[in-house]
């Protein structure tokens, strides 16, 4: 595993050290899940970034993926 040092606020590490004791994990622990959190989270909202000009762009009812009504005949010849 690399290792990297950064300088953070005190308030800051007694943040993390409070939230690490809480949880029961060492700060180098939870700042690697936060991290990795931040990243996904990331790479999802990115993903959405592509379709964000369409999205919402089609009128119609706004339960159709869920209201049974609207699956009434489909598939029938």
């Known amino acids: 595993m690399k290792n990297i040092s950064l300088k953070i606020p005190e ?8 939230l690490a004791n809480g949880l029961n994990k060492n700060k180098s622990e939870l700042i690697r899940e936060i991290l990795e959190d931040y990243l996904i989270s990331k790479k999802a909202a990115n993903k959405l970034s592509g379709i964000s000009d369409i999205v919402g762009s089609i009128d119609g009812p706004q339960d159709l993926s869920y209201n049974k009504n609207h699956l009434e005949g489909l598939g029938e010849l």
Not at 11 to 18: E, G, W
Request: charged share 10%; proline share 0%; net charge negative.
């Open 11 to 18: 308030s800051l590490d007694s943040q993390i050290v409070a």
